[in-house]
């Protein structure tokens, strides 16, 4: 097991997860060691599952059939927000349970990991005086619940209206046809969201968690899953005292606990220069939409913008990675530039994503956009699933869910600690690209090429850029195997 290298000693043991701790811990369990819980899915949930568990002395081994975050969890948004939206359906107690979240991922765990993003609504032709009445109303109640939350107004600054040259400073793209101002709110920006995965499932290690990926679970019961090592093709039975299915769009696969309607959602990437290098998110309230969906335009800390976003209900088996349509990227494109002085054509997308929320099923009849974000912990056959929700709230469905192993009978768990504790950091602040791939391969589970440009890094999300890394990914490994 690699040392401890390069990270501050903030938790107990060892947070670098590589290829030797995996085959270690992977013979161990196959030679028959029975942990306390199995973790299922290895996406944002799984993984905060896994550390929850872990820092109440529970004894924890977390499966994933791919990486970290090969699933839902790096095709989102990135934002750690206050569930504006949520207001704008009337459902305060969501908005409240993703402003108390945010408070404690942007004030404890993650600081590093998040930025304050300045978001505006314009009004424009688009809106109505009416319907902006309504939209800053909402803004000021997100801005009361942020308060209530306990973020500080030097984190995120109370919202206000602004000058349509104000607006334009911030968004230089934005067209001033009728611009008679902009809301102007605050939000959280993840650096990434992929990231954010693999600093939970570190730190969870560091608490001595077993963090396996290439290992698909099948057959789940009440007693543990038949595991099978991706690379070697190798099976074998793991014993576990209780589990939790975390395997998000696909854990109606492992259970008939869970009836999901998975939705589509897309985004776009534009080059940030495309858009005058915009300082501030567009938020753009969709015509018809009564202010509950927006397209925006969210600069990025790469120099992209990320276009989305689409939410389209979604049939058939759930894909590894879902596709862009092209109806959607014509939509995106056309929604955004009602707003922008000079519009987008699809020459200027440079990368494009989507991903299925892992909605739960509502009234047959209800759009998807309607559906709730709300989690749900379900239990069958002795396995607790536990499905929904969004990346901002996973920590706390995390804790839901071991609450529920913790008060069986005969479980010795301590009460929940993870409002508490911090991420691991990732490589040395202004690491060079090479040193930031070495340093994901030795101790960070990067295992393959894919790896390395399109989870611990996201170069992979501009096609071009990806080609470029290729050779410094390849030598990355190459250099940690021999080194070991
Ligand atoms: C387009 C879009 C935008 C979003 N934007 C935001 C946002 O800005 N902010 C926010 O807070 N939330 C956002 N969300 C919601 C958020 O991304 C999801 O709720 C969250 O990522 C779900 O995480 P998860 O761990 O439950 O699922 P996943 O990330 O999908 O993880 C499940 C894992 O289980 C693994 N798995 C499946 N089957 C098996 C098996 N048999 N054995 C082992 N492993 C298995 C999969 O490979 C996968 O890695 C967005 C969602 C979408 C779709």
Redesign the pocket.
């Known amino acids: 097991v690699v040392s401890l290298r390069g990270r501050p000693p903030a938790t107990p043991g060892s947070a670098s997860l590589n290829a030797a701790r995996r085959a270690l811990e992977l013979d161990a369990l196959a030679a028959g060691e029975v942990v306390d819980l199995l973790v299922?899915?290895?996406?944002?949930?799984?993984?905060w599952v896994a550390l929850d568990a872990a820092s109440r002395g529970l004894s924890v081994a977390l499966?994933?059939?791919?990486?970290?975050?090969?699933?839902?969890?790096?095709?989102?948004?990135?934002?750690?927000?206050g569930g504006l939206r949520y207001l704008a359906h009337g459902d305060v107690g969501l908005a409240w349970e993703?402003a108390r979240e945010r408070a404690v991922l942007m004030d404890v765990s993650a600081p590093h990991l998040i930025r304050p993003l300045p978001l505006l609504i314009p009004l424009g032709d688009q809106v109505g005086r009416g319907a902006g009445a309504k939209l800053e109303a909402g803004i000021r109640i997100g801005d009361r619940l942020r308060a209530l939350a306990g973020t500080s107004r030097r984190l995120l600054p109370p919202a206000r209206r602004i000058g349509a040259e104000e607006a334009r400073r911030l968004a230089p793209a934005l067209s001033d046809r009728g611009l008679r101002g902009a809301l102007l709110h605050w939000d959280g920006q993840l650096e990434d969201?992929a990231r954010l995965?693999v600093a939970v499932a570190c730190t969870a290690a560091a608490f001595g968690a077993r963090i396996l990926t290439y290992?698909?679970?099948?057959a789940l019961h009440a007693e543990g899953a038949t595991i099978r090592d991706e690379q070697t093709g190798a099976s074998f039975p793991l014993r576990a005292r209780h589990i939790v299915n975390?395997?998000?769009?696909?854990?109606g696969?492992?259970t008939d606990a869970a009836a999901l309607r998975p939705?589509?959602?897309?985004?776009l990437l534009v080059r940030a220069d495309r858009l005058g290098h915009p300082r501030a998110a567009v938020n753009a309230p969709l015509p018809g939409s009564g202010g509950s969906r927006f397209t925006f335009a969210l600069p990025r800390p790469d120099d992209t913008v990320l276009i989305?976003?689409t939410d389209e209900p979604f049939e058939g088996p759930i894909p590894?990675a879902p596709a862009v349509g092209a109806d959607e990227e014509r939509f995106l494109l056309q929604a955004l530039s009602r707003v922008l002085e000079r519009p987008l054509t699809p020459q200027d997308v440079v990368g494009r994503f989507?991903?299925?929320?892992?909605l739960l099923a509502g009234a047959p009849d209800a759009a998807t956009a309607d559906l709730s974000?709300r989690h749900a912990i379900l239990e069958h056959d002795g396995v607790v699933t536990?499905?929904?929700?969004?990346?901002?709230?996973?920590r706390k469905?995390a804790q839901d869910a071991v609450d529920r192993i913790a008060a069986r009978p005969g479980v010795e768990a301590g009460p929940c600690a993870t409002r508490r504790i911090r991420l691991v950091d990732g490589p040395p602040a202004g690491s060079d690209l090479a040193t930031r791939l070495r340093f994901a391969v030795a101790h960070e589970l990067a295992l393959t090429v894919d790896d390395l440009l399109d989870r611990r890094t996201r170069l992979g999300l501009v096609p071009e850029r990806r080609t470029g890394a290729l050779e410094a990914a390849h030598e990355a490994l190459d250099q940690v195997v021999a080194e070991s």
């Open positions: 299922v899915g290895g996406g944002i949930t799984g993984a499966v994933e059939r791919g990486d970290l975050a090969q699933g839902t969890s790096r095709w989102s948004s990135k934002l750690v927000h993703s969201d995965v290992a698909r679970a099948s975390a395997a998000g769009v696909w854990a696969e492992l939705s589509k959602g897309s985004h989305g976003l590894d989507a991903g299925l929320r892992p974000r536990v499905i929904g929700g969004k990346l901002t709230t996973a469905m």
